[in-house]
């Protein structure tokens, strides 16, 4: 079923939005974070509400930030693009969550590891593993005097997809939840099969060009990132192994080694666009079944809070605040960038952050997401919009 359009984008004023805009003062001022862009859409208005502040870039020079500035949205590549993707070729039968990633990867070394068990990071993969090490090592003596950019795509591409089919879980599929950029590594790996296509022309073709979406791409990492540099993007770290401010290519090492788009990492997205996909997804993208599965925790294990693609809110203070629907769903990106979908109120938020610009350090930046979040909720209810 065809998403209906979102209507217009609205640059929402601190004078309705107090607490909101007091917490993106206190961030920025306690050097959180260089930049923020904080949006919202409700289904009863269907408006991306959207504003910006600080700067999306500081050094070599300082840039400001704009309500449409582009961002590095890190693991939200996992829910808007790899399992979005996924959910499509499960309804249209392409796929079954409980298909085997043999039946899509013959050389994993595991069997009995499904779909539904890499979408809900309970296949018992690692965490992460550091494969851009083994792979610049790898060309670096295979083409000697070539930077690793010089080296094809293709064959970076090739040489993640063995390297990951090589890892070995950890723990049985289904006994343990461990957060892995790993599993969805092998899972975008196992879409193209499904696909035919590469995953970057397989979610442009399936997803994103269907919901309308004008603004979110994979950047490929076939230059230096001097020469990669997009003025309308955030940066994000000033990263000692490539030698540059990160400004249009991604930031995520393994995701930059293979070429710029994984299955956990490389989309690149702005705020509305972000709004505009979560929207899409309350107002029929997918048929109420599918999107059941896919907002619907997973049995195995037990206590396991992930759903086949998304993160619910848990623990004492969860990042999307309180006061939310128990339906709630969203997702973190380690550059800063999070989503969150109140199925219950209609209602979807983004906050995207450059975080580890100019240098990534401690992640404090994760206390101030609740914050934004309760503050955005006093202001709502405040205007009786929820």
């Not at 991604?250 to 505009?276: I, K, P, Q, Y």
Request: charged share 20%.
């Amino acid at each position: 079923m065809p998403a209906g359009k979102t209507a217009f984008i609205s640059r929402w004023s601190e004078k309705l939005f107090p607490h909101t805009w007091k917490a993106l003062q206190s961030c920025v001022e306690s050097k959180l974070s260089p930049g923020l862009v904080a949006g919202w859409w409700l289904a009863d208005e269907d408006v991306c509400h959207i504003r910006a502040l600080g700067h999306r870039r500081l050094t070599p020079s300082a840039q400001p930030m704009l309500e449409e500035t582009v961002f590095d949205v890190a693991s939200l590549t996992k829910p808007l693009a790899t399992a979005a993707l996924a959910a499509v070729f499960a309804e249209r039968g392409l796929i079954d969550w409980d298909d085997d990633i043999r039946k899509f990867l013959p050389g994993a070394c595991t069997s009995g590891i499904t779909l539904r068990h890499l979408l809900s990071h309970t296949a018992g993969y690692p965490a992460e593993i550091p494969f851009w090490k083994e792979i610049d090592a790898l060309f670096g003596k295979k083409y000697p005097g070539r930077t690793l950019y010089d080296v094809p795509v293709s064959e970076r591409k090739s040489a993640m997809r063995e390297l990951a089919i090589q890892a070995k879980p950890e723990a049985a599929p289904g006994k343990k939840t461990v957060y892995s950029d790993v599993s969805y590594i092998l899972l975008g790996f196992a879409l193209e099969e499904a696909a035919g296509m590469s995953l970057d022309s397989a979610v442009n073709t399936h997803v994103w060009s269907r919901i309308g979406l004008k603004h979110s791409f994979f950047s490929i990492t076939n230059r230096s990132p001097q020469k990669g540099i997009m003025n309308d993007v955030a940066a994000t770290e000033d990263c000692p192994w490539r030698g540059a401010v990160m400004q249009g290519q991604v930031h995520d090492e393994n995701c930059w080694a293979m070429g710029g788009c994984g299955g956990h990492a490389g989309m690149f997205s702005t705020a509305e666009d972000v709004l505009r996909i979560s929207a899409s997804f309350i107002k029929g993208f997918f048929s109420k079944r599918m999107l059941d599965q896919l907002w619907t925790r997973v049995a195995k294990p037990e206590g396991c809070r992930r759903t086949p693609g998304w993160d619910t809110p848990s623990g004492d203070i969860p990042a999307v605040g309180s006061g939310f629907s128990p339906q709630t769903v969203g997702h973190l990106g380690f550059t800063g960038t999070s989503i969150w979908i109140d199925p219950d109120k209609g209602l979807a938020m983004t906050l995207l952050a450059n975080r580890v610009h100019p240098v990534r350090g401690e992640n404090i930046f994760k206390q101030f997401r609740p914050v934004f979040h309760a503050a955005l909720h006093s202001d709502l209810r405040a205007l009786n919009k929820i």
